[in-house]
């Protein structure tokens, strides 16, 4: 398994906005296609606005095939203008775990 680790700067004034399309559109299409959703975080302390996000793969070629299928789903190309104008920064990992990993 790997995992993908999505970190979104979201605008001042727009955390709610964006949680609230996540909540009620966004998870609707994506969690049928991407599959494992493993966490979604927002930040308490430190830098605030932030929204974390993971989603677990078998490995890097089923993660393109699913964001691939995602990025051609018409559902999700009119949704995201929506939920892009929340967001100022985007940061983007894959992560894979070591031997002695709970996740593998």
Same mark, same amino acid.
């Given at each position: 398994m790997i995992v993908e680790e999505r970190i979104y700067r979201i605008r001042s004034g727009k955390l709610?906005?964006?949680?609230?399309?996540?909540?009620e559109e966004g998870l609707k299409i994506q969690? &049928?296609? @991407?599959?494992?959703?493993i966490a979604y975080f927002v930040s308490e302390i430190g830098?605030?606005?932030h929204v974390?996000?993971?989603w677990g793969y078998e490995d890097l070629a089923d993660r393109t095939r699913r964001r691939q299928e995602l990025a051609d789903d018409p559902r999700w190309q009119a949704?995201? &203008?929506? @939920?892009?104008a929340c967001i100022e920064a985007m940061e983007n990992r894959i992560l894979l775990?070591?031997?002695f990993s709970p996740l593998k």
């Open positions: 709610k906005e964006y949680l609230t399309l996540v909540r969690q &049928p296609i @991407l599959g494992t959703l830098p605030l606005n974390v996000h993971m949704f995201t &203008p929506r @939920l892009s775990p070591t031997d």
